[in-house]
């Protein structure tokens, strides 16, 4: 079988906000950290940052990237706590509009007019329309080139009760928008489940490797 002809997008041949472009557009979709955090002057901020993730289970810790020094980062460093909320669909243009690059001394959440509330353990708030918030404070920061890695150790998660099933969030009830390339985000669309083959299975049912192979 031959493989499509590809174009190869080189960073040493590249000016690196090009190169940052062509990775935003092929690391997808991305979940997105809504920070909101708390100045030491008491100026609340919230942002979106599409760097995100779980680095740990044991302790639970979630990491988001501040590509350059932004309020986000700041306010961690000097209070040492943050939330990170979900992302929903109802919220979208609020959302992207909390990302405009107001001053530090200016709130997101009045700008746009989000709704913040006050936590359960920490000082910085939450989304009150946000059906998750984990509640964070800072284990540490990374630097690396021009961008943080900020790691926030979680206290807590909170969820609508409307949004829990079985003990857990459920998606379904979540209805988070995602990041793509370029100014293009998206929704989750179709939901696929499935199940993890655990090797004694596969081993014992020849039939499963060969349907994969094609077989």
């Known amino acids: 079988m031959t493989s499509p002809a590809r174009v190869r997008f080189d960073p040493d041949d590249m000016r690196s906000r090009d190169f940052y472009r062509i990775l935003n557009s092929v690391v997808v979709p991305r979940p997105i950290a809504w920070v909101c955090s708390r ?49 929903p669909r ?22 746009t007019g989000v709704v913040l509330e006050p936590s359960d353990k920490v000082a910085a708030k939450r989304v009150a329309q946000s ?34 099933r079985d003990g857990r969030p459920r998606i379904e009830h979540l209805d988070p928008v995602a990041r793509l390339g370029g100014n293009e985000w998206t929704t989750l669309g179709e939901i696929l489940e499935i199940p993890r083959i655990p090797y004694g299975t596969w081993s014992e049912d020849p039939s499963i490797g060969e349907r994969l192979r094609g077989g």
């Open 39 to 87: 100045s030491a002057d008491g100026v609340d901020n919230l942002a979106p940052h599409s760097f995100y993730t779980v680095s740990c289970v044991k302790p639970p810790i979630v990491q988001f990237t501040s590509v350059g020094r932004k309020d986000s980062l700041n306010n961690a460093e000097a209070t040492g706590e943050f939330t990170v909320n979900l992302t």
């Open 90 to 111: 109802a919220l979208f243009e609020q959302i992207n509009a909390t990302a405009t690059d107001f001053p530090p001394d200016q709130s997101e959440a009045e700008h």
């Open 131 to 164: 059906p998750v918030s984990i509640e964070c404070t800072l284990h540490s920061t990374i630097k690396l080139g021009d961008c943080w890695v900020v790691f926030g150790r979680v206290l807590a998660v909170t969820a609508w009760e409307s949004a829990v």
